[in-house]
């Protein structure tokens, strides 16, 4: 399974969204909250072009916010990408 790497921020209600859709999913993921580690904010806007939070990235892939997670759900397309090997 690939590594699941989400940038969140504190108290972020889409950062739980993301969090409980994959837990729900049984995986495990790196959380990197740039409210406490600022300095990683630069790495998340540079690898993703965007400045909010969550930003997930699976393997390589860009997902993109809880949006965007979701989105890639329900046209069934997360459990693929969850699936392929790093």
Same mark, same amino acid.
């Given at each position: 399974?690939?590594?699941?790497? %989400?940038?969140? /921020?504190?108290?972020?209600?889409?950062?739980?969204?993301?969090?409980?859709?994959? =837990?729900?999913? $049984?995986?495990?993921?790196?959380?990197?909250?740039?409210?406490?580690?600022?300095?990683?904010?630069?790495? %998340?806007?540079? /690898?993703?072009?965007?400045?909010?939070?969550?930003?997930?990235?699976?393997?390589? =892939?860009?997902? $993109?916010?809880?949006?965007?997670?979701?989105?890639?759900?329900?046209?069934?397309?997360?459990?693929?990408?969850?699936?392929?090997?790093?």
């Amino acid at each position: 399974m690939p590594s699941i790497q %989400m940038f969140v /921020r504190g108290t972020c209600p889409y950062c739980t969204a993301a969090r409980r859709l994959l =837990t729900a999913k $049984g995986q495990a993921w790196e959380e990197v909250d740039i409210g406490l580690a600022p300095q990683r904010r630069a790495e %998340m806007v540079e /690898r993703s072009g965007r400045t909010t939070v969550p930003q997930i990235f699976i393997g390589d =892939t860009h997902v $993109g916010g809880f949006d965007d997670l979701s989105a890639l759900d329900a046209r069934g397309g997360l459990d693929p990408l969850l699936q392929e090997s790093d």
